[in-house]
């Protein structure tokens, strides 16, 4: 490896270093930069041209005495060293050991840069993965190969999500196989302890591969950190044959890092100052995932998007959106109610359930069951909107069973244990439970063979104890209205909805 040292820096701002009269320098090359108190600094070169060549520093450029740095161009990309040895091992985003074990050591090394997964070499995504969480198997499920975001708020627990997902999550058939990619950018050192508590109590921390940023880390990191884990993922997935899932969170923190960057270097903003190039280079990470022909191992991703202001028309979910295929989207309301995981069935969905479900995947019930569900429950948030403006005492029988069975989904099929695994099977027939609050004749989505095996006739008084107390708070709020309105003639309307 050649390399070729200077002491030419001008410029040191926002995490770059700008060098000038350094001719011959290649676009990525790995940078080693001497401080003038001996610390050695790693970094990158982002831009090269034959005025100057522009570096981003991992360490920051905070207290560089310029006219006393030295800096040396290696002449080669940024890599990482792979073995079997990374799992059960803790890493920063460069793939340097945050565990106090030593480093990895191999023959085998990767630029971390990767491409992604050319369109003529990719498979289709199949093959059910079971996270043991009914709103995502049942309603929104995760196939082998898939790009499935988690589009989250502040505040909400999609940390301790992202945690029961890494620990829960397997193929149904293939467990041996099956290993987790897990990547946290700008978190808290709270958070970092979480997740390595968590994984280590649980066991499966030795089949897990951790690269983790902190908060008070470099932010210009991050930029690296998601590309160092799928580096890791692809030789994992291609060459020991393993089927990967990669966690992320959060990406919101990775384009604010970009954005910082992108501002530093003097690039054009765009939306809510964030660069142009924000789409395609988000593409370049998402789009390293998937199933290639003639290799048995697959890479499935699900990242963590922080929705700024639960804001889902912000550039990062929005962009997310157009490259990924699907969506699971945490709710505030939900949340505020005590229901975990909070996810908003509405608006989430899976693209590509459709082709990881049914007879050979999950149960031959599963996809009329989805349905079914969802139409109910869209009816459900229909009447409980009626509900808060006429009251639940002008509602018909009929339609009070939809408010049983929205309390009663909430609640039981939403709503579930931090360390409560369903199987399919579980998630499955819990819905068929829920669906028998109706009659047979109001299940049109479902086959009547499917009501010939799986239907379990409620009368009355079994459908409203299926409800129990009111999980959303709804129809607590529709009867003191209703009461209210009794009493005082009143037409004030109370805040309702779905």
Known sequence: MSTKEYRTAVEARGGLLVMKHTPGVAFGDRVSIEDHSGGVRNGQVIRSSNEE?????????????????????????????????????????????????????????????????????????????????????????????????????????????????????????????FSIVFAAMGVSYADAKFFRDEFASS???????????????????????????????????????????????????????????????????????????????????????????????????????????DDITHPIPDLTGYITEGQIVLSRELDNQGIYPPVHISPSLSRLMKDGIGKDDTREDHPRVAAQLYALYARALETRNLASIIGADELSSHDRRYLTFADAFDRRFVGQGENEERSIEATLDLAWELMSIFPKDGLTRVSEADIAKHYRELDEEQASSLGGGPASGVTTAVQSHSRRKRRTGSGAQPSGGG
């Open 203 to 309: 066991g499966v921390l030795r089949n897990v591969v951790m690269f983790i940023n902190l908060a008070d880390d470099p932010p210009v990191e991050r930029l690296t950190l998601p590309r160092t884990a799928l580096t890791a993922a692809e030789y994992l997935a291609y060459d020991l044959d393993r089927h990967v899932l990669v966690v992320m969170t959060d990406m919101t923190y990775y384009a604010e890092a970009l954005r910082e960057v992108a501002t530093s270097k003097g690039d054009v903003p765009a939306r809510k100052g964030y660069p142009g190039y924000l789409y395609s280079d988000l593409a370049e990470i998402y789009e390293r995932c998937g199933r290639i022909h003639h290799r048995h191992g697959s890479i499935t991703m699900m990242p963590v998007v922080s929705m700024p202001s």
């Open 53 to 177: 060549v522009l570096i981003l520093v991992f360490e920051g450029v905070d207290d560089l005495d310029l006219e006393n740095t030295w800096v040396r161009f290696l002449d080669a990309p940024v890599e990482i060293a792979l073995s079997p040895e990374l799992l059960g091992r803790e890493f920063n985003g460069l793939g340097e050991p945050r565990d106090g074990r030593p480093p990895v050591l191999s023959s085998l090394r990767r630029a971390v840069g990767g491409s992604a997964i050319n369109p003529a070499a990719r498979t289709y995504p199949r093959e059910f993965i079971q996270t043991g969480i009914s709103t995502i198997d049942g309603l929104n499920s995760l196939v082998r190969g898939q790009k499935l975001p988690i589009f989250t708020g502040s505040g909400l627990p999609h940390n301790r999500l992202a945690a029961q997902i890494v620990r829960q999550a397997r193929l149904k058939n293939e467990d041996a196989s």
